[in-house]
C-alpha cells in the first residue's frame, strides 16, 4: 500500500524552512528518502529505519515516528537547488516492497 | 561504479503493439525493481525481483505486461498488447537487498502509445 505525502506542493523563497510529511497505515520496517528533478531520475536522500533516527543530509534532515507511522522530512534555510519532486518510499515491515507516494513538488524562488 | 542502465531511452509506438525495455541492474545487486511513472505521479511499483526470483508483482497488469530476470542480473519488462494508458516512464531500480538498503534509478524509457 502506498504512503500518503502531504503537503502536495510548496512553494519557498530561499532560506525559507518548509515540512514534508509521510504516512502509512501500515507498520513500517523502513523510510526513504529521494528527490527527482524535471525529466531525471530520483535520487537518494536519506534512509531512516524503525526506532526514530533522524538523520540529515546537507541541511535537509529527516524523522521517523514508529508509533505513528510517519516521516517528516525538514527542509532548513532552502536553497534554489531544493527545488524539485519529493518521494518517500516505504518498506513494510514483513514484504519490504519499496512503494512511493504521490510526491510533493518544491519550488524554491529566488 | 556504473549505474543502473536502462534501454531504449525513448520509445513510441502505436496501440496494440508491443514494446520490451531492458534493464542492467549495478554489479552485485540482488534486488531489481520495474515501477511506472505516469505524468506528475509517484513510482508505481510493478515487479520486484530477489536474485531471479519475483517478490512482489501485485500491481503487474499480467494480462498484458511481463518481466523475466534470467540468471539474476538484466531484465526485461514487455508490454503486449500496448495501451495509450500504459504512456509513462518505465524506472529501473536496484538495490543490494531489501530493507535499508539505497534504491539507485536508471534514467527511465520513457514510452509513448498513440
Known amino acids: 500500500q502506498q504512503p500518503v505525502q502531504s503537503p502536495q506542493a510548496v512553494i519557498l523563497r530561499e532560506g525559507e524552512d518548509a515540512v514534508i510529511n509521510c504516512s502509512s497505515s501500515?507498520?513500517?520496517?523502513?523510510v526513504h528518502w529521494y528527490r527527482q528533478k524535471h525529466g531525471e531520475a530520483p535520487v537518494f536522500l536519506m534512509i531512516?529505519?524503525?526506532?526514530?533516527e533522524q538523520k540529515g543530509h546537507e541541511k535537509i534532515s529527516a524523522s521517523f515516528n514508529e508509533k505513528k507511522q510517519q516521516s517528516s522530512l525538514y527542509l532548513t534555510a532552502s536553497q534554489l537547488s531544493y527545488s524539485g519532486t519529493y518521494f518517500c518510499g516505504t518498506e513494510v515491515s514483513y514484504d519490504y516492497k519499496l512503494s512511493f507516494g504521490a510526491g510533493t513538488t518544491v519550488t524554491v524562488r529566488a | 561504479e556504473a549505474g543502473v542502465a536502462q534501454s531504449p531511452r525513448y520509445k513510441i509506438i502505436e496501440k496494440r503493439q508491443s514494446v520490451a525495455f531492458w534493464c542492467n541492474p549495478i554489479s552485485g545487486h540482488a534486488t531489481l525493481y520495474w515501477y511506472q511513472q505516469i505524468l506528475g505521479q509517484g513510482p508505481k511499483l510493478l515487479i520486484q525481483f530477489q536474485n531471479n526470483g519475483v517478490v512482489d508483482d501485485s500491481q503487474l497488469p499480467k494480462d498484458r505486461f511481463s518481466a523475466e530476470r534470467l540468471k539474476g542480473v538484466d531484465s526485461t519488462l514487455k508490454i503486449q498488447p500496448a495501451k495509450l494508458e500504459d504512456s509513462a516512464v518505465y524506472l529501473c531500480?536496484?538495490?543490494?537487498?531489501?530493507?535499508?538498503?539505497?534504491?539507485?534509478f536508471g534514467q527511465g524509457t520513457r514510452l509513448t502509445v498513440v
Open positions: 501500515k507498520a513500517l520496517y523502513s
Open positions: 531512516l529505519l524503525k526506532g526514530g
Open positions: 531500480a536496484s538495490s543490494h537487498g531489501t530493507g535499508n538498503t539505497e534504491a539507485f
